[in-house]
């Protein structure tokens, strides 16, 4: 099979690097069988109807969200039990995210992993359907999905039937409310809350929506038990994720580390270059620091909310010493504030606003104050759209100037970048998709 | 109990009536729409009333919620609750 996913984990045996999800990959160019993937982790246990094992597992592993919010999951699946009327699951593999490439590579590689996930969770809430969504533009990760649940058809497995489904890929359209919007037959735009997800969903049934990644850790949880999975991590952050690492290093691509392994460490799985200064946490909604000052720091959300920070999607990119991060950053908000649902007014004229004030920076040509006029733009978009979009991108912008002070200041009194003395970098770096046709969200 | 201003964001559309008849409470940003202030004090309460029915979007909505339950609170459940 082709595919666009070519870059693997090299199977470091370095500090924090694990391989739990992606135990196989570095002997594997396509996704696993049914065959393999039983040879990998065994079968799943099956419980017997009614007992409550799956739901206390997961809580006693305190296993949390790895789709960017980090919310404990045992507590979203006790709300959906709660709910009336039988459940649904909604699988998320949206990755909008786009430095972000772990879940496209868990569902390229260990497809099988993601849907015993979905499987155990609909048993464990007691679901009547379950769904995957997948973005329209990868239909290469769509056949393999495809081509998984087949096999599983063959082979009697499940009992609900994962229904896969092909999404418009806006920045948006991975949010869950926007999920669940689409899969009622509206466009993959985020709604108003409440009602939320887990009290009013798809069919407006109580849904259960996780992230591919997350459903694999319950996959391995619902077979190895809690303390098992417990056994990598931390106190405070369990188990193992996924994380993205790009940029300025030698080996970018998707690393497997324990809970609570440094910044620092999982920048040196990929070999980053000496020089380089800042980096990107989290992705685009996420936040620029100076290496030196989060080096140290656990890339967990606890490890990085004194920083301001979090783990977001796992991304962590490193910002090449020859270039500017502020017209990283402006690309960066330009490519968000096209990427709004185009529903709130706050982000459809905030954030265009935000971005031409950072291009301005950035290119050293001030029409007026646009430092002073974005620190007040920056204050006041925060927290009022209906969805988080716009805190998003409002957050990655700040933390743009923060760390990027020197520069900023220097551009806005018209002087070049103190990067730019270091030599040019004109290609681009982070990458921004083409965004979709206007009226493509159905 | 207290009183409290809500607004769909995806409804309102900048009109900007609600501005102009609570100025105490919501305030326009650069764009015309508005930030409004944590909760309705009861002096305000008919005023707050009146901002509401002016709506031309019914955007604007007066809600009655527990005191701990603060539009950040909603916040932060609702970041907490997104998908993963």
Known sequence: MSHAYERLTPGSRRAGAAARLTLGWQHADRAATLREHYGRFGPPRREPDGTPGL??????????????????????????????????????????EPASEKDQALLARAPHLVLDGISAAAEAVGAAEAHICLPRTRDWLVDCVLAAVAERQRAGLDRIPVAVHELPHHYVSSEETALVHWLNGGEAKPTTTPPRPFERGVGKRPTLIDNVETLAHLALIA???????????????????????????????????????????????????????????????????????VADRPFTDAGLRPAGAGPGAGVLFVLPAQAC??????RIMRYLASQGAQQC?????????????????????????????MQRRLGVISGRGACRHPDGAVRMAAS?????????????????????????????????????AEGDWR | MTLKLQLDPIACSGHGLCADLLPELIEL???GFPMLADSVPPDLAAHARRAVNACPTL?????????????????????RLRAG
Not at chain 1, 325 to 330: F, M, S, V, W
Not at chain 1, 354 to 359: G, K, S
């Open chain 1, 400 to 436: 743009a100037v923060r760390t990027f002070g020197a520069d900023a200041h220097a551009h806005a009194r018209r002087r070049p970048c103190l990067s730019a003395h270091r030599g040019r970098q004109q290609t681009a770096l982070l990458p921004v998709p083409r965004p979709l």
């Open chain 1, 55 to 96: 739901l206390d597992e997961v809580a006693a592993a305190r296993l949390t969200g790895r789709g960017g919010a980090g919310f404990p999951t045992a507590t979203k699946m006790r709300a959906v039990v709660g709910g009336r009327g039988p459940a649904v699951v909604v699988a998320n593999g949206m990755e909008s």
């Open chain 2, 29 to 31: 940003d650069e764009w």
């Open chain 1, 345 to 373: 007014g706050p982000c459809i004229f905030g954030l265009p606003a935000i971005a031409d004030d950072l291009a301005q920076l950035a290119a050293g040509r001030p029409d007026g104050d646009p430092l002073s006029r």
């Open chain 2, 59 to 79: 955007a604007l909505r007066l809600a009655r919620t527990r005191h701990e339950l603060t539009t950040r609170h909603q916040g932060a459940t609702r970041r």
């Open chain 1, 325 to 330: 991060g502020l017209t990283e950053a402006a």
């Open chain 1, 223 to 293: 077979r190895y038990g809690a303390a098992w999975f417990r056994e990598a991590g931390t106190r405070e952050a369990s188990g193992t994720m996924l994380t993205t690492v790009t940029g300025a290093v030698s080996r970018p691509g998707v690393y497997e580390v324990e809970a609570g392994t440094s910044v620092g460490d999982i920048l040196e799985l990929a070999g980053p270059q000496p020089a380089a200064e800042a980096v990107l946490l989290g992705g685009y909604f996420g936040t620029w620091h100076d290496v030196a000052a």
